[in-house]
């Protein structure tokens, strides 16, 4: 296709490579605002690209362009400083950049081949013809002598090697704001439970019995889940009872620890390093929770460490499913950063993202799993939240008359997640139904909620274990029926922190109003009976809440008290730092003095000392011999509730079924074998023991004394039918 020759005046339409096309700029603007103009013979750099309008040689010319012509030579073979002369170059994007100027181009061009050849050789021959490709994209040709300056240019940069770039991206994320979050609660649980892990294969926290069931929990599930799954429930204690690990809470989320390791000393060290990572996990929860919500870095530290290391948890250091509390923090962060909503800032549409909400309703899950003690309310919390948060979108969807932004894939996310977490909840709670039905006498009753249920007076003081309120609240203790669970002092300076969070804090005023109206009720909730006999608080949730009369504790509701009063003080103390920076930026120079970082980091100092323990680490009594070679199903005497779980715990060895065991309650059957064990060896016991299957008893001599044994544990056994041996410091009879 041929064109005329360009009009003055008048920009002719040129196209590129990728680019739509677009008009030359118009020549009237300036003499050398057309791309390709020339002077005296002489192509010129135009603004822009390159382009020049093609004349009606030039358009010839590209017609009748051979194979030889894409050397880009020109006519005579010269290039100087980028101006062709006397031919046409073709530019790097594939378009021709053609000279305007008619007399350019020396006599008619030829259209055979041959005389382009012609013309290509003569090219070649002088040595001066331009290479196909040299020239950079978008640019117009360039010279092919050295830039007279390149020399005195600096050395490139070297590319850093695969190593290099991975040890960076590294060290970004070690001294990123979750990293160190999560460093800092790790080294603070170790410094805060010590000392836990300075003897953490022989030695407990605080007694030997309940952490030795929970040590045992662990090594159970993991062992079974490798060796037979089916067999989860049927556990080999309170042999033959039948969904025997369903008497307490599993801690069945801690399952795959439990595939580490076995034996006794191993389940002991399994359970301490459990024990330190769950006082993390609920300081980096907290934090992770209060950080979402709005508050600052410090605030935020506040919470984490007054929600773990409140004094009245002190008490609980032998419940590891009480201690183990950080998922529920954790999993309300996420799910409020998947929706993208906070505290102080409300709801932000742009900040949605699903995945945080499926990583939340996972984190729920697992926490449901490790426990109905403390899961069962944070079930009913993420239930009542859901609706409430429903109504009032569906509220404001109204009001505004127009469909408010939450996403099909957010809903998607909320429906898979909230099936998943109620599908793992009704799991968990169908072997606790068949053990109801099984056992009805395990069932609780308002008036073992009465027993267990703290007065006011609980929320003041602490429990022994605390370092700095122990000794000075003794008094106050022992007007309390049941420390444990009645000693409830989240902790003083968390109570003033809290109060003042009610006049100075980010939140806003009906936040405030409504973190203080939680308090208030969890408080009421945690009393039990003791707030007007509970008739219009916690025995309703007894009577109709599913599964609530499994709670015979009201006091660890406290738990929920603790969290809403760190998350006041959280308000409070970013309220302090944020006034801090202000008065900061008005120094010259413009940064805080001594005086005020101490200010900002004394809340969180006096929390963090509020907390010290000085819980009790006593030395798990070891395993006899005779329990490493007796066969099972076994029965080790004497029996009774604590001595039972050191059973559990020694059990762990190889896993044989043995009729002892310990649990929130005792079945009728172990009661029996209590009893009739009580004349060993007679002909009525072994006669019972062997219509139960058991085949073994082993004696321990340093448990004898003071019991019916220390007589007959040497009496003859052959007219019985039974073989007895000694061994170390039992004495083992073979049924």
């Not at 053609?98 to 382009?116: E, F, Q, R, S, Y």
């Not at 080999?236 to 009872?241: G, L, S």
């Not at 413009?590 to 006096?606: D, E, F, H, N, Q």
Request: with cysteine.
């Amino acid at each position: 296709m041929t064109t005329g020759p360009s009009k003055p005046g008048k920009a002719q339409p040129t196209s590129t490579g990728d680019d739509p096309i677009r008009p030359a700029a118009p020549s009237t603007e300036h003499p050398a605002a057309s791309a390709g103009t020339t002077t005296n013979g002489t192509t010129r750099r135009g603004w822009g690209r390159n382009r020049a309008p093609k004349s009606s040689s030039a358009a010839t010319n590209a017609t009748t362009k051979s194979d030889a012509t894409k050397s880009d030579a020109t006519k005579n073979g010269a290039v100087t400083n980028g101006a062709v002369t006397n031919g046409d170059a073709k530019s790097a994007d594939g378009d021709k950049a053609d000279t305007p100027n008619c007399d350019a181009v020396k006599g008619d061009v030829k259209g055979d081949i041959g005389t382009t050849s012609a013309v290509a050789k003569k090219a070649d021959a002088t040595g001066t013809a331009a290479k196909d490709g040299d020239a950079n994209e978008g640019s117009e040709a360039k010279s092919v002598e050295p830039d007279r300056w390149e020399a005195f240019a600096s050395a490139p940069e070297p590319r850093p090697s695969r190593l290099t770039r991975a040890a960076r991206a590294v060290g970004r994320s070690l001294v990123h704001e979750w990293s160190l979050a999560a460093l800092a609660s790790l080294a603070l649980a170790v410094l805060m439970t010590w000392p836990t892990l300075r003897y953490p294969r022989y030695t407990l926290p605080q007694d030997t019995w309940d952490p030795s069931l929970q040590a045992w929990q662990m090594a159970w599930s993991g062992h079974i889940l490798l060796a037979d799954p089916t067999r989860l429930w049927q556990s080999n204690t309170f042999f033959p009872e039948l969904w025997s690990f369903a008497f307490s809470d599993t801690l069945l989320g801690y399952a795959p620890a439990g595939m580490l390791g076995s034996g006794p000393e191993d389940a002991v060290l399994r359970y301490n390093i459990m024990f330190v990572l769950a006082h993390a996990l609920a300081t980096f929860g907290a934090y992770a929770l209060a950080r979402q919500l709005g508050a600052g870095r410090i605030g935020a530290a506040v919470a984490g460490v007054g929600y773990a290391y409140a004094p009245w948890l002190l008490a609980q250091a032998g419940h590891l499913h009480v201690l183990s509390n950080g998922g529920i923090p954790l999993a309300l962060a996420m799910l409020a950063r998947g929706h993208g909503w906070s505290l102080r800032y409300g709801y932000r549409p742009e900040r949605r993202h699903d995945g945080w909400v499926y990583a939340g309703w996972l984190v729920a899950a697992w926490q449901i799993s490790l426990g109905f003690g403390i899961g069962l309310p944070f079930a009913y919390f993420l239930a009542v939240a859901v609706l409430v948060a429903a109504v009032l979108f569906g509220v404001k969807w109204l009001r505004s008359g127009r469909t408010l932004p939450f996403g099909r894939r957010l809903l998607v996310a909320d429906l898979v997640g909230g099936v998943f977490f109620a599908g793992v909840g009704a799991l968990m709670a169908l072997p606790y139904f068949q053990v109801t039905e099984l056992h009805p006498y395990a069932e609780r009753t308002v008036r073992d909620i009465s027993l267990f249920s703290p007065p006011a007076s609980g929320f003041v003081t602490a429990p022994a274990e605390s370092r700095i309120w122990g000794g000075l609240h003794e008094g106050a203790r022992d007007a309390l029926p049941f420390h444990a669970e009645m000693t409830l002092l989240p902790g003083f300076v968390l109570y003033a922190l809290a109060f003042g969070g009610l006049f100075f804090s980010v939140w806003r005023l009906r936040h405030r109003l409504f973190l203080l109206v939680g308090v208030l009720v969890t408080m009421v909730f945690a009393m039990g009976t003791r707030f007007f006999d509970g008739t219009f608080t916690y025995v309703p949730l007894f009577e109709h809440a599913p599964g609530w009369n499994a709670l015979r504790t009201p006091g660890r509701l406290m738990l929920w008290t603790t969290l809403l009063l760190a998350l006041l003080a959280a308000g409070a103390v970013t309220a302090l730092t944020d006034r801090v920076r202000e008065l900061a930026a008005q120094r010259i120079p413009s940064w805080p003095g001594p005086w005020l970082r101490i200010a900002t980091l004394l809340p969180l100092l006096l929390v963090t000392v509020e907390g010290l323990n000085s819980t009790p680490h006593p030395v798990v009594p070891a395993q006899p011999a005779a329990m490493r070679s007796a066969q099972g199903p076994l029965l080790v005497l004497p029996s009774d509730q604590g001595l039972d779980q050191h059973v559990m715990l020694w059990s762990t060895d190889g896993f044989p079924d043995v009729a002892n065991g310990g649990s929130g309650f005792t079945p009728r059957q172990l009661d029996d074998v209590r009893r009739v064990s009580q004349s060993f060896p007679d002909q009525m016991s072994v006669d019972y023991l062997r219509t139960l299957g058991v085949r073994t008893v082993v004696l321990l001599r340093d448990e004898v004394p003071g019991t019916p044994w220390e007589i007959t544990i040497d009496a003859p056994v052959e007219s019985l039918g039974v073989t007895r041996q000694d061994v170390g410091d039992a004495v083992v009879y073979r049924l």
